[in-house]
């Protein structure tokens, strides 16, 4: 029986990795949302952020974080 190669797929031109963090939402594409907490008033706030956390967006509520995260990718990618 012939052994047939696969080679794995080589993204054409520059790559470029992102990190998220541990604690936060992978939203794909290198953008995520951080969970925190309201210093003083204890209430919980999100981060919408764009790759290396480039640009960020704090929100009250996940819905609006995710909101917050396709405009970015939206302006992002066109």
């Known amino acids: 029986m012939e052994e047939s ?3 794995a797929a080589q993204p ?3 790559t470029t990795e ?3 963090p541990d604690d936060a939402f992978d939203c794909g594409d ?3 949302i951080e969970v925190s907490t309201e210093p003083g008033i204890g209430e919980v706030r999100y981060r919408a952020c ?3 956390c480039s640009i ?3 929100a ?3 819905w609006q974080a995710q909101i917050y995260i396709e405009h970015m ?3 992002r990618f066109g």
């Open 5 to 7: 190669s696969q080679k």
């Open 12 to 14: 054409s031109g520059p």
């Open 18 to 20: 992102y990190v998220v």
């Open 30 to 32: 290198g953008f995520y």
């Open 50 to 52: 764009m790759p290396n």
């Open 56 to 58: 960020g967006r704090y």
């Open 60 to 62: 009250n509520d996940l």
């Open 73 to 75: 990718k939206a302006a």
